[in-house]
Nanobody
Framework: VQLQASGGGLVQAGGSLRLSCAAS????????MGWFRQAPGKEREFVAA????????YYADSVKGRFTISRDNAKNTVYLQMNSLKPEDTAVYYC?????????????????WGQGTQVTVSS
């Protein structure tokens, strides 16, 4: 699976962005998908995940209620809608795919990674 993330940019605090991750290669719908982020000097951290069917979603506490993950298997794409953005959300955001049944929130559980897209939130 090849993953291509896009949609990052510069936004003011309180604003919104929608990230997209387009997949190609092997069957997209057989993979659970996740979004992670990495700020300068920090470890990569889990943001959100979605099951292969889209029926179940999971969020880090820091983004719960502000971010929404979704997927469109017909378009081989997963999305991350980010609302009420805060300066601490600034990071490079990565999408990833995992063959784990259900969902996963650890970096090592994911098999494929996109290249990352920069999100910068100004105060």
């Amino acid at each position: 699976v090849q993953l291509q993330a896009s949609g990052g940019g510069l936004v003011q605090a309180g604003g919104s962005l929608r990230l997209s991750c387009a997949a190609s290669g092997r069957t997209f719908s057989s993979y659970a998908m996740g979004w992670f982020r990495q700020a300068p000097g920090k470890e990569r951290e889990f943001v959100a995940a979605i099951s292969w069917s889209g029926g179940s979603t999971y969020y880090a506490d820091s983004v719960k209620g502000r971010f929404t993950i979704s997927r469109d298997n017909a378009k081989n794409t997963v999305y991350l809608q980010m609302n009420s953005l805060k300066p601490e959300d600034t990071a490079v955001y990565y999408c990833a795919a995992t063959g784990v049944t259900g969902w996963a929130h650890k970096v090592y559980e994911y098999d494929y990674w996109g290249q990352g897209t920069q999100v910068t939130v100004s105060s």
